[in-house]
T-cell receptor, first 114, second 115 residues
Framework: DAMVIQNPRYQVTQFGKPVTLSCSQT?????MYWYQQKSSQAPKLLFH???????NEADTPDNFQSRRPNTSFCFLDIRSPGLGDAAMYLC?????????????FGPGTRLTVT | AQSVAQPEDQVNVAEGNPLTVKCTYS??????LFWYVQYPNRGLQFLLK??????LVKGSYGFEAEFNKSQTSFHLKKPSALVSDSALYFC?????????????FGKGTRLSVIA
């Protein structure tokens, strides 16, 4: 089945220690998104790629970076995680011709910062 | 700016009763509106969307939503609730009135269906 995969599902890192979260998709969608979701709050968009075009939200901290080496993969890098960065990180894709506007979400990576 | 409001943090309903989860929106132009559901420790799952056409939209798991332009609402409904419907529900609007653009989510409504 076509899907959005996120690894790892759970990540523990130390305060200030860089961490990378990964997302891959088999849907061949051209748009990929990263959202941050804190304890049952609404997902907050961090950035998205339209093909290779990177779009950063104005209020996304500089501490957060992203890479998309090819259509299938997208990475979220947190350069110096703080305690406030502990959250669920959701990757999503869109771009299907028969599913206009729908986003397909991965299961998320729960990040704990100690 | 596009925004959505979900006025209820929590909705409780007895199994077998109809349920409604409310959503109102504020957009410029014609809205693209969505409902997503999230189960514990899972990503969001698409339920249904309104782009254009019939105001009553049917989606997954027996859910439907009615687009009401005059009231700027897009309430989620189900005629008969199941315990398994208990989850967190998000209404969302597209940032721009086209497909494949970022979504702005409401704060979410936790639905609890009691047996």
């Amino acid at each position: 089945d076509a899907m959005v995969i996120q690894n790892p599902r759970y990540q523990v890192t130390q305060f200030g220690k860089p961490v990378t979260l990964s997302c891959s998709q088999t849907l061949n969608h051209n748009v990929m998104y990263w959202y941050q979701q804190k304890s049952s709050q609404a997902p907050k968009l961090l950035f998205h790629y339209y093909d290779k075009d990177f779009n950063n939200e104005a209020d996304t901290p500089d501490n957060f970076q992203s890479r998309r080496p090819n259509t299938s993969f997208c990475f979220l890098d947190i350069r110096s995680p703080g305690l406030g960065d502990a959250a669920m990180y959701l990757c999503a894709t869109s771009g299907g011709t028969t599913s206009v506007g729908e986003q397909y979400f991965g299961p998320g990576t729960r990040l704990t910062v100690t | 700016a596009q925004s959505v409001a979900q006025p209820e943090d929590q909705v409780n309903v007895a199994e077998g009763n109809p349920l409604t989860v409310k959503c109102t929106y504020s957009v410029s132009g014609n809205p693209y509106l969505f409902w997503y559901v999230q189960y514990p420790n899972r990503g969001l799952q698409f339920l249904l969307k309104y782009i254009t056409g019939d105001n009553l939209v049917k989606g997954s798991y027996g859910f439907e939503a009615e687009f009401n332009k005059s009231q700027t609402s897009f309430h989620l409904k189900k005629p008969s609730a199941l315990v398994s419907d208990s989850a967190l529900y998000f209404c969302a609007v597209s940032l721009r009135n086209s497909g494949n653009t970022p979504l702005v989510f409401g704060k979410g409504t936790r639905l609890s269906v009691i047996a």
